[in-house]
């Protein structure tokens, strides 16, 4: 199981930014995806969710309605669509899956629990 998060970096106040999250060795279909973040002295925050098993999407407090998660099978990518960005968001933000894994949302957070297989992350910075 691989997943490689891309497509980060620096971006104004207010813009958008699109990560993708390249999957392999796995079947994508029965897997729940999910994004996560980590600034730098802060604790690991999950922002999203892709449901494998009925394509529900799950999303943070902090993030519902400015960012979309999406999902393409047949290219085996998940898309994370993010807009009207804030300084808040910049962090470095992950791709995840587990055998285990189930899309919920705990706390006005998208939980890791089962989330056993991570990707490199990549930054994105939100800043004028």
């Known amino acids: 199981v691989q997943l490689q998060a891309s497509g980060g970096g620096l971006v104004q106040p207010g813009g958008s930014l699109t990560l993708s999250c390249a999957t392999s060795?796995?079947?994508?279909?029965?897997?729940?995806i999910g994004w996560f973040r980590q600034a730098p002295g802060k604790e690991r925050e999950g922002v999203s969710c892709?449901?494998?098993?009925?394509?529900?999407?799950y999303y943070a407090d902090s993030v519902k309605g400015r960012f979309t998660v999406s999902r393409d099978i047949a290219k085996n990518m998940v898309y994370l669509q993010m807009t009207s960005l804030k300084p808040e968001d910049t962090a470095v933000y992950y791709c995840?899956?587990?055998?285990?894994?189930?899309?919920?949302?705990?706390?006005?957070?998208?939980?890791?629990?089962?989330?056993?297989?991570w990707g490199k992350g990549t930054q994105v910075t939100v800043s004028s």
């Open positions: 995840a899956t587990g055998i285990r894994a189930v899309c919920t949302v705990v706390g006005g957070w998208v939980s890791d629990f089962g989330m056993d297989y």
């Open positions: 060795g796995f079947t994508l279909d029965y897997y729940a």
């Open positions: 892709f449901s494998g098993s009925d394509s529900s999407t």
